[in-house]
């Protein structure tokens, strides 16, 4: 899937075997050379996009140095929240995920910026939900998925296992084998 976005509009281009209706108002279709284009007017939420940032594509789809600039950018608070709604995990949870604690993720205050280290785990954390969105094609079933026992993990769910670097690491890998068909 390919993601422009100008001003108003987000467009992007799929295959139109694989182009499934949405349920939001879709501005402009048409069909060229086999491949079904679809305008929609503000609508992020089934991209996969977890952050806004100067590249306007999935965090799972960002290069290694895509990813670096947005480090040196650095995350928000408002990044937060829309990392916090798009995953539905709460402050807790999201603590948990993040290794920090509560206080550390709610005292920010808008445009105030999360430590480099912090805002590295934030990327690992979208880049797992961008995947896995991707993957599944419906968020709610990913969100589900994150707290069901996985035999992959010796019986823990992907959630128990995200809060360091190699734990992440292990619920992408399972994510690609699902996107394989790879029993997982």
Known sequence: MVYFYTGKYKYYTMAKTKFAKSSHNQSKTTTKNGVLEVKEEN???????IFIGAKEKPEN???PLEKMEKLK????????????SRTELD???LSKALSVTRATLINKKGEQKFSSALSER???LADIYSYGYAVF????KFNQWMFRPNQALGGKSPYDVIDNQFGREEVKSIIGRIEYGVYS
Do not use: C, F, R
């Open 43 to 49: 609508q992020y939420y089934n991209s996969g996009i």
């Open 61 to 63: 789809q960002m290069t």
């Open 73 to 84: 950018l650095g995350l928000s608070k408002q990044d937060l929240v829309k990392l916090k």
């Open 91 to 93: 402050y807790d949870k």
């Open 122 to 124: 934030m990327i690992g």
């Open 137 to 140: 094609e419906d968020e709610a």
